[in-house]
């Protein structure tokens, strides 16, 4: 059984943004700039893939075999993060051979990471 005030809130529908200044419309459609974010940040959001990005030194090319040396986790698992950095774009690779051999993209994050600053500088 609900009770005096708690039977009003419920029945209230209340406009909470109403007295908000809000950019609303970005609730329906994200800019094209940020796709590239989103896409950067969910490969990063995994601290497996993290690791392995911090694995490379200033532009060092390195293989499956080289990463998953290092790592504690089976060359397949390295392959399969390697594969999510590549297609969101984190990472570039080049086949020599047998071999793949990954490189940071360091455009791609300066310009995904470049967005989140030039929004916070005009916003904040």
């Known amino acids: 059984m609900i009770h005096g005030h708690a039977k009003l809130c419920l029945t209230q529908q209340i406009d909470i943004t109403k007295n908000i200044d809000m950019k609303k419309h970005y609730m329906k459609t994200i800019p094209a700039p940020w796709r590239k974010i989103a896409r ?45 950095l590549r297609e969101s774009g ?10 793949v051999y990954f490189r940071i993209d360091k455009e791609f994050l300066a310009e995904a990471l470049g967005n989140v600053l030039d929004y916070l500088d005009s916003n904040a």
Do not use: C, M
């Open 90 to 99: 984190v990472l570039r690779s080049r086949k020599e051979g047998k071999e």
């Open 40 to 84: 950067a940040f969910t490969a990063l959001g995994d601290e497996h893939r993290q690791r392995v990005l911090l694995l490379f030194e200033k532009g060092e090319e390195l293989n499956v075999g080289q990463i998953a040396g290092v790592s504690t986790l089976a060359r397949s698992t390295v392959s399969h993060h390697l594969k999510i």
